[in-house]
T-cell receptor, first 114, second 115 residues
Framework: GNSVTQMEGPVTLSEEAFLTINCTYTATGYPSLFWYVQYPGEGLQLLLKATKADDKGSNKGFEATYRKETTSFHLEKGSVQVSDSAVYFCALMNYGGSQGNLIFGKGTKLSVKP | NAGVTQTPKFQVLKTGQSMTLQCAQDMNHNSMYWYRQDPGMGLRLIYYSASEGTTDKGEVPNGYNVSRLNKREFSLRLESAAPSQTSVYFC??????????????FGSGTRLTVV
């Protein structure tokens, strides 16, 4: 079946440090891949997405590249800020018929210290 | 732009009580979803509705029922609440048109405690 595995947190970094959050997936066919972010007390927001192999999604300084050969979609940011503290979810969508449902990883909590 | 609106934001129930969580979206999205979020478990799909008039079970449907009242509204009902249903519940919607890949838009959640 389809599944997403993320690195376990929490991850604690100092401001301006480099961030990597690992995400690998298992899926049949060619899923679309997503990163969502959840700030404290809020719902999830779409951060970036990629729909085919070698696509790079980017937003707010975050990037992730769809690697089919390694079934990975790692999230990176060159210089994190305190405001990036949140929980990050990797997700995939595999279309079956006319319906595609998002399947989420368990989330990785990031804390950035000043 | 309201997006996805969930009510209530917080609720405490006694075991055996019933309640309905409300969700409405104003983006003319076809599909709507109910997830629950538990520590260390990520988000798990309870039920979804691909279009008005249809509903389907997700990963963890037991103990819940849903109603897609119209295109805008999708409610989740707990008939007899149990402590295991203590969780944060999120409603989401998407265009979900075949061939178009879009993300989901989430509500801000309902924090439910069953004592």
């Amino acid at each position: 079946g389809n599944s997403v595995t993320q690195m376990e947190g929490p991850v604690t970094l100092s401001e301006e440090a480099f961030l990597t959050i690992n995400c690998t997936y298992t899926a049949t066919g060619y899923p679309s891949l997503f990163w969502y972010v959840q700030y404290p007390g809020e719902g999830l927001q779409l951060l970036l997405k990629a729909t085919k192999a070698d696509d790079k999604g980017s937003n707010k300084g975050f990037e992730a590249t769809y690697r089919k050969e390694t079934t990975s979609f790692h999230l990176e940011k060159g210089s994190v800020q305190v405001s990036d503290s949140a929980v990050y979810f990797c997700a995939l969508m595999n279309y079956g018929g006319s319906q595609g449902n998002l399947i989420f990883g368990k989330g990785t909590k990031l804390s950035v210290k000043p | 732009n309201a997006g996805v609106t969930q009510t209530p934001k917080f609720q405490v129930l006694k075991t055996g009580q019933s309640m309905t969580l409300q969700c409405a979206q104003d983006m003319n999205h076809n599909s709507m979803y109910w997830y629950r979020q538990d520590p260390g478990m990520g988000l798990r799909l309870i039920y979804y509705s691909a279009s008005e008039g249809t509903t389907d079970k997700g990963e963890v449907p037991n103990g819940y029922n849903v109603s897609r009242l119209n295109k805008r509204e999708f409610s989740l009902r707990l008939e007899s609440a149990a402590p295991s249903q203590t969780s944060v519940y999120f409603c989401a919607s998407s265009k979900a048109v075949l061939g178009q890949v879009g993300g989901y838009t989430f509500g801000s959640g309902t924090r439910l405690t069953v004592v």
